[in-house]
């Protein structure tokens, strides 16, 4: 069974940054996608990055510009690196990962950006 560890959560102020690592144990094949998501109180669950093994990303228009993603396809390993921090950015964040979609998830890790 896949399992998704996320670590690098917190707080931060406004115009701050995070680096967000999720690791993937329990597979001895690379994931295909891993990716983030989050979810904000109040709100459903939205996209944030993609990533594939062969390096092509998406991001959601929100998140242009200010964050990164990437991984260690030898580690199956995803990483998010979030800049200028807003606090529009507070959620929790899920990793997932998958051979097709993203079949497998972490349980989270709170980002909260204070003004």
């Known amino acids: 069974q896949v399992q998704l560890v996320e670590s690098g959560g917190g707080s931060v102020q406004a115009g701050g940054s995070l680096r967000l690592s999720c690791a993937a144990s329990g597979s001895r094949f690379m994931l295909n996608s891993m990716g983030w998501y989050r979810q904000a109180p109040g709100k459903q669950r939205e996209l944030v990055a993609l990533?594939?093994?062969?390096?092509?990303?998406n991001y959601a228009d929100s998140v242009k510009g200010r964050f990164t993603i990437s991984r260690d396809n030898g580690k199956n390993t995803v990483f998010l690196q979030m800049n200028s921090l807003n606090p529009e950015d507070t959620a929790v964040y899920y990793c997932g990962g998958g051979f097709g979609g993203l079949d497998y998830w972490g349980q989270g890790t709170q980002v909260t950006v204070s003004s």
């Open positions: 990533i594939t093994r062969g390096g092509s990303t």
